[in-house]
Structure formats: structure tokens, C-alpha cells
């Protein structure tokens, strides 16, 4: 089975998702300037999301650089000397084939010059960021405890970085274990793939694709700037004058970008692929697709929030479910910018006219398609769709559909 989610957000006044400028990201379609929020955005507010998190609790993944710390730390309690754990952690960040950036390198040199006294510095990290399931740490643990246990001079060999002659086939044995339980997935690595530099963590084929999200209209980016008032400043103040006008003017150092747009989202799942790098049953697949179309409605991005409160949800969302793997976006319906004073209703009237014309043409025989429209974009209709007036409703249906389908077949 292959579910397809599309989804049409207003967000207000924001900047969602910054490049390194400061200015909300953009991009170039239609030969117009467009918003954009970035896919990498969209997948750590889904996996950070409430929604995610109440739903699958501690059992989602780290993403991080810190794995051979974490196992230092779980070694610690069993009172490893200080000596060893070092050695540890720089046996495991080498594992990790080291990606970086003119700016990492920079950092590094900065770190280097400031290594503490236990000798910890960039080395013992992994050199790129990498999910790792909940329990990895402690797994990996407990393996190196066992392998100093029941043969101490494989041990030293693999903290020393040595491979000798009649030990190669030990430590290779002991790594394929710590790859062995590195294969136990969470929900969040089997939608969002795993890749690494390292033949102690197996790489894993996402699931699921999410598109960046752009504006289905040209897009101006705008600019304001930090003030301030003192509460005690006429109380205080020796004159009249000083008491007038804001305490703080900022300047071209305090300047904040932002924009507003329509925008237009877009991600798929390979379910049967889900189920497989999961093991699960099909209720907790389709569960766990019900709870990706919740978390990427209702989780926005963080970027200046405190500043803009820019929260939004989206005024339309199409499921569509079919047996056959046939990706297909509809941000062709947006080659053309909509204009007009209602973006919304434009953008979800450019959307239906598409699918009528073009998706349809191209559509599975088998495809079925669930609809939540409302606002703004209420009176439109989708070919062939099902309607449903709450989040809760669509996503019940499109779970239901999941699994009756996954049990006829």
C-alpha cells in the first residue's frame, strides 16, 4: 500500500525556517520567489512533535553526535576506569567516518584548545549525526562489560585500536553484534531513514518522503526591526524630552525578516516498507501512518516563535491511498502563482482543478482519496474524495482504510 498526504497551511507573519542570512528560507518556481520550509524543518517538528510523543513515548530515536559519550556514561556506572573510557570513546567515534564543514573544522581547533582534564574532545564523538534507538547505548554497553569479562586481551586490542593476527575474528564478531542491535528500529528512523559512514550501524531506506513545503504564490520577504520601552523611564527621566520615544531603537544588527504565505505540503509512505523495517502488525502501521498525518498537520516549525506566534493549521488535507507505488506531488498546480485576496480559497481551487485534469490522468484505478477542507477552503471539492469535517475523522478513516485493506489482501 502506498498513502500519499497533501496538505494546504496559511501561516501568518513568521520566520518559520531561516538560511544563513537570517531571511526565511525561498526558492525559485514558476519563475517567481517562493517561501519554503526545508524537508529537514518538517521532520524534526514531526518527530519532536506532541503528537509523535505521546504516541510512541521514549521509543523514538536521538539524533546526535554524542553515542560514544552515552556509552561512556552507562560504562561509568559500572566502574570502568577513567582510562579505559577514554580509549572507549575514541574506539567508537573512529567507527564513524567524519563529515565537516569548513565551520566544524573551525570548531574543532576551538575545541581542541580547550580539551578538559579527562581528555574528552571532538574525537570521541561520532563525526556526523546519526539516529540511534533509545537502548543502543546501553546495549553497546553491555557488550563491551561482557567482552572485557570473558576475554580481557580482545578487549585491550579493540580499545587500543589494534587487530591482531589471532584476535581480528573476535573483535569482528564483537562488532557485528553491536550491528545486530542497531537493527531494532524505531518508528522514526524506519519512516525517515539512517544513513551513516559506519559498519556498526545499519543504514536504513526511509519510508517516507516529504517534499519542501513552498508558497503556492509569489512570496515578499520583509524586515523589521528590535525596540523597547522602559517602564521607569518617566518617573526617571530629568526632562521632558528624555521622557519620549523608546528606551532601545534597534539597527541593522537587530533587524528580523519575515514573510506570510500559503503553503503548499507534500509527503508519501511506502506501507508496506514501513511494516517490514518495523515488524509490525498492520493496526500499529496504520497507527503509526495516522499519527505522521496528525504530527505534520498540527506541528509547525519553531523558528522565532516567541517573536511572531506564527501557528497555523492547514485549511486542506487529501489522503490518498492506492496498492500501487505511484509518487506524484501536485506542486505543478502552483506553476502558476494564484493571486487574489483570498490566497487560501485560490490556492485550494488551483489544487482541485489539477486533480481533475492532470492527477486523475495518472491516478492508480485503485486510488482512494479522504478529504478535510474547511475555512477558507470549504467549498471546495476534490475529485472522487471522501469528505470529513474534523482532523480526528479524517485520520480514523484513513487508518481503517489501512487496515482493511493490508487484511483483505
Same mark, same amino acid.
Given at each position: 500500500?502506498?498513502?500519499?498526504?497533501?496538505?494546504?497551511?496559511?501561516?501568518?507573519?513568521?520566520?518559520?525556517?531561516?538560511?544563513?542570512?537570517?531571511?526565511?528560507?525561498?526558492?525559485?518556481?514558476?519563475?517567481?520567489?517562493?517561501?519554503?520550509?526545508?524537508?529537514?524543518?518538517?521532520?524534526?517538528?514531526?518527530?519532536?512533535?506532541?503528537?509523535?510523543?505521546?504516541?510512541?513515548?521514549?521509543?523514538?530515536?536521538?539524533?546526535?553526535?554524542?553515542?560514544?559519550?552515552?556509552?561512556?556514561?552507562?560504562?561509568?556506572?559500572?566502574?570502568?576506569?577513567?582510562?579505559?573510557?577514554?580509549?572507549?570513546?575514541?574506539?567508537?567515534?573512529?567507527?564513524?567516518?567524519?563529515?565537516?564543514?569548513?565551520?566544524?573544522?573551525?570548531?574543532?581547533?576551538?575545541?581542541?584548545?580547550?580539551?578538559?582534564?579527562?581528555?574528552?574532545?571532538?574525537? /570521541?564523538?561520532?563525526?556526523?549525526?546519526?539516529?540511534?534507538?533509545?537502548?543502543?547505548?546501553?546495549?553497546?554497553?553491555?557488550?563491551?562489560?561482557?567482552?572485557?569479562?570473558?576475554?580481557?586481551?580482545?578487549?585491550?586490542?579493540?580499545?587500543?585500536?589494534?587487530?591482531?593476527?589471532?584476535?581480528?575474528?573476535?573483535?569482528?564478531?564483537?562488532?557485528?553484534?553491536?550491528?545486530?542491535?542497531?537493527?531494532?528500529?524505531?518508528? /522514526?528512523?524506519?519512516?525517515?531513514?539512517?544513513?551513516?559512514?559506519?559498519?556498526?550501524?545499519?543504514?536504513?531506506?526511509?519510508?517516507?518522503?516529504?517534499?519542501?513545503?513552498?508558497?503556492t504564490h509569489e512570496t515578499m520577504i520583509e524586515s523589521d526591526y528590535f525596540t523597547a520601552m522602559d517602564d521607569r523611564k518617566r518617573e526617571y527621566a530629568s526632562t521632558q524630552t528624555d521622557q519620549m520615544g523608546a528606551a532601545f531603537l534597534?539597527?541593522?544588527?537587530?533587524?528580523?525578516?519575515?514573510?506570510?504565505?500559503?503553503?503548499?505540503?507534500?509527503?508519501?509512505?511506502?506501507?508496506?516498507?514501513?511494516?517490514?523495517?518495523?515488524?509490525?502488525?498492520?493496526?500499529?502501521?496504520?497507527?503509526?501512518?495516522?499519527?505522521?498525518?496528525?504530527?505534520?498537520?498540527?506541528?509547525?516549525?519553531?523558528?522565532?516563535?516567541?517573536?511572531?506566534?506564527?501557528?497555523?493549521?492547514?485549511?486542506?488535507?487529501?489522503?490518498?491511498?492506492?496498492?500501487?507505488?505511484?509518487?506524484?506531488?501536485?506542486?505543478?498546480?502552483?506553476?502558476?502563482?494564484?493571486?487574489?485576496?483570498?490566497?487560501?480559497?485560490?490556492?485550494?481551487?488551483?489544487?482541485?482543478?489539477?486533480?481533475?485534469?492532470?492527477?486523475?490522468?495518472?491516478?492508480?484505478?485503485?486510488?482512494?482519496?479522504?478529504?478535510?477542507?474547511?475555512?477558507?477552503? /470549504?467549498?471546495?471539492?476534490?475529485?472522487?474524495?471522501?469528505?470529513?469535517?474534523?482532523?480526528? /475523522?479524517?485520520?480514523?478513516?484513513?487508518?481503517?482504510?489501512?487496515?482493511?485493506?493490508?487484511?483483505?489482501?
Open positions: 500500500m502506498f498513502v500519499q498526504i497533501h496538505m494546504l497551511q496559511s501561516m501568518p507573519p513568521g520566520n518559520l525556517n531561516r538560511d544563513d542570512t537570517g531571511q526565511p528560507k525561498k526558492c525559485i518556481f514558476g519563475g517567481v520567489t517562493r517561501g519554503r520550509i526545508s524537508s529537514q524543518c518538517l521532520k524534526r517538528n514531526i518527530r519532536h512533535s506532541s503528537q509523535f510523543r505521546e504516541a510512541f513515548g521514549d521509543a523514538l530515536a536521538d539524533r546526535t553526535l554524542y553515542l560514544p559519550r552515552m556509552v561512556a556514561d552507562k560504562l561509568k556506572e559500572s566502574d570502568f576506569p577513567n582510562k579505559d573510557l577514554s580509549k572507549i570513546k575514541t574506539a567508537l567515534g573512529k567507527k564513524f567516518k567524519s563529515e565537516k564543514s569548513s565551520s566544524d573544522d573551525a570548531r574543532e581547533k576551538n575545541d581542541s584548545k580547550n580539551t578538559n582534564s579527562t581528555g574528552d574532545d571532538v574525537a /570521541d564523538k561520532t563525526g556526523q549525526l546519526v539516529y540511534f534507538p533509545p537502548l543502543f547505548a546501553q546495549k553497546i554497553a553491555e557488550l563491551i562489560s561482557r567482552l572485557k569479562k570473558d576475554n580481557e586481551s580482545i578487549y585491550k586490542e579493540w580499545i587500543n585500536g589494534k587487530k591482531n593476527k589471532n584476535g581480528y575474528d573476535k573483535i569482528e564478531k564483537f562488532e557485528s553484534e553491536i550491528f545486530k542491535a542497531s537493527e531494532t528500529l524505531t518508528v /522514526d528512523i524506519a519512516l525517515f531513514g539512517r544513513m551513516t559512514t559506519s559498519d556498526l550501524v545499519v543504514n536504513v531506506e526511509a519510508t517516507c518522503q516529504v517534499a519542501h513545503a513552498i508558497s534597534g539597527s541593522g544588527d537587530t533587524e528580523t525578516f519575515f514573510n506570510a504565505s500559503v503553503y503548499y505540503k507534500y509527503l508519501n509512505v511506502d506501507f508496506d516498507a514501513l511494516k517490514k523495517h518495523l515488524s509490525w502488525e498492520d493496526k500499529d502501521s496504520a497507527n503509526a501512518v495516522g499519527n505522521l498525518v496528525c504530527a505534520s498537520a498540527l506541528a509547525n516549525p519553531t523558528g522565532k516563535q516567541n517573536s511572531f506566534a506564527a501557528h497555523g493549521v492547514p485549511e486542506l488535507i487529501l489522503v490518498e491511498i492506492s496498492g500501487k507505488k505511484h509518487p506524484i506531488s501536485y506542486a505543478n498546480a502552483f506553476l502558476q502563482p494564484v493571486e487574489g485576496r483570498n490566497l487560501m480559497t485560490e490556492s485550494a481551487k488551483a489544487l482541485s482543478s489539477y486533480i481533475k485534469s492532470v492527477a486523475t490522468a495518472f491516478a492508480p484505478l485503485d486510488m482512494r482519496r479522504f478529504l478535510l477542507a474547511v475555512g477558507s477552503a /470549504d467549498s471546495v471539492e476534490v475529485n472522487g474524495a471522501t469528505s470529513f469535517k474534523s482532523l480526528e /475523522d479524517l485520520v480514523k478513516s484513513v487508518v481503517d482504510a489501512l487496515e482493511k485493506t493490508e487484511a483483505m489482501a
